[in-house]
């Protein structure tokens, strides 16, 4: 399985700032997503980061708040814009390249 | 409406006992299942899947059931070790119009505590 590593592993920031989170894997991979944990609860996925093209957003999540960017076959990156205390979660990065995904560290974000 | 639920939110076991996680999901056209383990601070750690075209999939003391037909699966784990004690995720997905992408979705987890 690929090595997922996650920027930065935490962060505290304050409501109406955003904050970019990157994602790097050790080797190529097909297909790259952003999930997220908020307290409590399952995994969700926000969308997935298509290279080279604008992501694809599941329902209850769109480009203005979550714009996301891949430029390569290992990497992307996750902005939350405009953060407020709602959007404190846990942010995770998934990799694959067939049916089984592997997931990095995470990012624990909390929005004060 | 969650396609994918883990009923029991928490289960406590004896070292050395079989733990037996649980999995329900309701769209028939899910063909791949994965289980995860996720600790505390930490991202999911993959653990083992299976296909809808098998019944059973084993690896080392871990082996999933699937039940096509009650739209069932489950996670056995023997022998429990402490080290198990962890939150343990189902996920289901189907290929995307036959297209090799898979998008997954989670339950909500079940806690596992083994008890030493």
């Known amino acids: 399985s690929a090595v997922i590593s996650q920027k930065p592993s935490r962060d505290i920031c304050q409501r109406g700032t955003s904050l970019t989170i990157q994602c790097q894997v050790d080797?190529?991979?097909?297909?790259m997503f952003w999930y997220r944990q908020q307290p409590g609860q399952s995994l969700t996925l926000i969308a997935t980061a298509n290279q080279g093209s604008e992501a694809t957003y599941e329902s209850g999540f769109v480009i203005d708040k979550f714009p996301i960017s891949r430029p390569n076959l290992t990497f992307s990156t996750l902005t939350v814009s405009n953060m407020s205390p709602e959007d404190s979660s846990i942010y995770l990065c998934?990799?694959?390249?067939?049916?089984?995904?592997?997931f990095g560290p995470g990012t624990r974000l909390t929005v004060t | 409406d969650q396609q994918v639920k883990q009923n029991s939110p928490s289960l406590s076991v004896q070292e050395g006992r079989i733990s037996i996680l649980n999995c329900d999901y309701t769209?028939?056209?899910?063909?791949?299942f994965l289980w995860y383990k996720k600790y505390p601070a930490e991202g999911p750690t993959f653990l083992i899947s299976?296909?809808?075209?098998?019944d059973k999939n084993e690896d080392g003391r871990f082996t999933v059931f699937l039940n096509k037909s009650a739209k069932h699966l489950s996670l056995h784990i023997v022998p429990s070790q402490p080290g198990d004690s962890a939150v343990y995720f189902c996920a289901a997905s189907a290929n995307l119009y036959g297209s090799g992408t898979y998008k997954y979705i989670f339950g909500t987890g079940t806690r596992l505590k083994v008890l030493a």
């Open positions: 998934s990799v694959s390249n067939s049916y089984e995904q592997y």
């Open positions: 299976i296909s809808s075209i098998k």
């Open positions: 080797s190529q991979v097909t297909m």
């Open positions: 769209n028939s056209m899910f063909d791949y």
